[in-house]
């Protein structure tokens, strides 16, 4: 049995990875710890999880006895702390953006805070579960994706990997629900700011940004910028992702399906669908699928991809579980195979 642990316990992560890893049969939950809210039972935060019995613990790292933690925290908290759980063994699944970027000069440009030291990003594995080789004994730190990298990088793979497109030609237009600002407090997604209201934000400034554009350029091997434009739409949970790109030779609609389909043919949550679908965030919501469309202007051969997740489960808490099974061996989907919630 693996025993783990999760910091930042009363945030949306966290619960969704509680609600996920209660059903997995290798995982038991030993530690669930929040700063703000010591000793008390977490059924007193969450109503819904009535039928647990853990009390949020202060996270000393001293007494912290289990196989692997969870960092369910905003950024800037588990570059302070992994570090010295890995010295005891512990493994780390971070699902800040802290260990996510290996350029230390980016992450102080688009976070505002000093990053890690770059011992620590060199020793972390970036893993993208689809394409991660995780299943390393001494793999002992992973940078679990944001939620929009997820969504778009998993559309983007195919084309970058089979050199179909013009690579400077990418632009990416992509919305998501209000959860993934997680349960602070902030002006942006008050009810009445949120309600009825559709915006753009963080244009040329996100974080996900050079996330996004690192992990492409290296499987290019050059560099490649992207325009990326981020969405906030009234919605709970999900992200749509459609991308725009030139193709950089003669394709039909039907060729470039088929690329996709054997791409992923083998892999279980990416799901391309029919020629003429599109995938809706409905149709995610609460799995760890991620849903991908093709189209293909064929005058212009521009192709147009979309591509939904739900950005807790497969943006989030489904991803990371996905990459403890990796690095342990087992089957991917243990504990992930829950039929999306509709409508």
């Not at 689809?130 to 793979?157: M, R, S, V, Y």
């Not at 996330?211 to 990326?228: D, G, H, M, P, T």
Request: with cysteine.
């Amino acid at each position: 049995m693996i025993e783990v642990g999760i910091v930042g316990g009363s945030g949306y992560g966290a619960v969704e990875l509680i609600r996920l890893l209660e059903h997995h049969p290798q995982v038991r939950i030993k530690h669930i710890f929040s700063h703000s809210k010591i000793d008390e039972p977490i059924n007193k935060t969450f109503p819904h999880l009535n039928h647990l019995t853990h009390h949020y613990e202060d996270l000393n790292i001293e007494d912290v006895t289990c196989d692997v933690i969870f960092f369910a925290t905003p950024s800037n908290v588990s570059k302070h702390i992994a570090p010295k759980l890995i010295e005891k063994n512990i493994k780390v699944i971070d699902l800040s953006g802290d260990f996510r970027l290996t350029n230390r000069d980016v992450y102080k440009q688009f976070y505002g805070e000093t990053a890690a030291t770059q011992q620590h990003l060199d020793q972390a594995f970036y893993s993208i579960a689809e394409w991660g080789t995780t299943n390393q004994k001494d793999l002992q730190l992973i940078a679990n994706p944001g939620c929009f990298p997820t969504a778009t990088l998993l559309a983007l793979h195919p084309l970058v990997d089979n050199k179909v497109i013009q690579n400077d030609s990418i632009i990416i237009d992509a919305k998501t629900g209000v959860s993934g600002a997680g349960r602070s407090l902030a002006q942006h997604v008050h009810y009445a700011e949120m309600n009825e209201n559709f915006s753009a934000y963080a244009i040329g400034k996100h974080k996900h940004k050079p996330e996004i554009e690192q992990y492409i350029s290296r499987l290019a091997n050059e560099e490649i910028k992207v325009v990326f434009t981020p969405h906030l739409v009234p919605m709970t949970r999900g992200i749509l992702s459609t991308i725009y790109v030139k193709l950089n030779k003669q394709m039909t609609a039907e060729h470039l399906h088929d690329v996709y389909q054997q791409y992923y043919d083998n892999k279980t949550f990416v799901r391309i669908r029919d020629l003429g679908e599109y995938p809706k965030t409905k149709e995610v919501y609460g799995s760890n699928n991620c849903d991908i469309g093709i189209y293909v202007d064929e005058e212009s051969q521009t192709a147009i991809i979309v591509s939904v997740i739900d950005n807790l489960v497969k943006g989030a808490s489904g991803q990371a579980i996905q990459n403890l099974n990796l690095m342990y061996g087992l089957n991917e989907a243990t504990g992930l195979q829950q039929l999306p919630v509709y409508p």
